[in-house]
């Protein structure tokens, strides 16, 4: 009954969610991706290690699919974008720390940055 009750918290935040927010949320998502995936790595949980990483990938992908080309910034987020994606790919075939922690300092360094940036526009409305 608890999960149930937290599963509808959950939906009920993401379809009322703004889309910032669902950025940052995708952001927070592939952080605990990468760190559920760091703990199994640690223990040695290979298929455990595979798929959290493969979550942190999609998420990743997605937003390498929904930049917009109208920014002239667009080509920086995706060579950002690409970068993380490759560590993540490194560290799930390799299963290696050193790879998963750089991909994750980026991802943690983006969240930060868009945090700023709602913030930024919250304060300017």
């Known amino acids: 009954m608890n999960q ?3 599963s509808d918290y959950q939906r009920n935040a993401i379809l009322t969610a703004t889309p910032a ?3 940052l ?4 998502g ?13 223990k040695g949980d290979v298929q455990k290690a595979h798929m959290n990483l ?9 937003f390498r ?3 917009d080309h109208k920014y002239p910034v667009w080509e920086d987020f995706e060579r950002v974008y690409d970068y993380i994606y490759r560590k ?4 799930n075939m390799h299963k290696d720390m050193e790879a998963l922690d750089e991909a994750l300092k980026y991802i943690r360094e983006m969240r930060d940055t868009w945090k700023q940036v ?3 526009a919250k304060t300017q409305k």
């Open 4 to 6: 149930n009750r937290m």
């Open 88 to 91: 993540l790919v490194e560290a």
């Open 65 to 67: 699919i929904t930049l």
């Open 21 to 23: 927010e669902l950025t």
């Open 25 to 28: 949320m995708l952001y927070e």
């Open 30 to 42: 592939a952080i605990k991706f990468c760190n559920l995936a760091k703990m199994a790595i640690e």
């Open 54 to 62: 493969k979550r942190a990938q999609d998420i990743i992908t997605e």
């Open 118 to 120: 709602m913030k930024l």
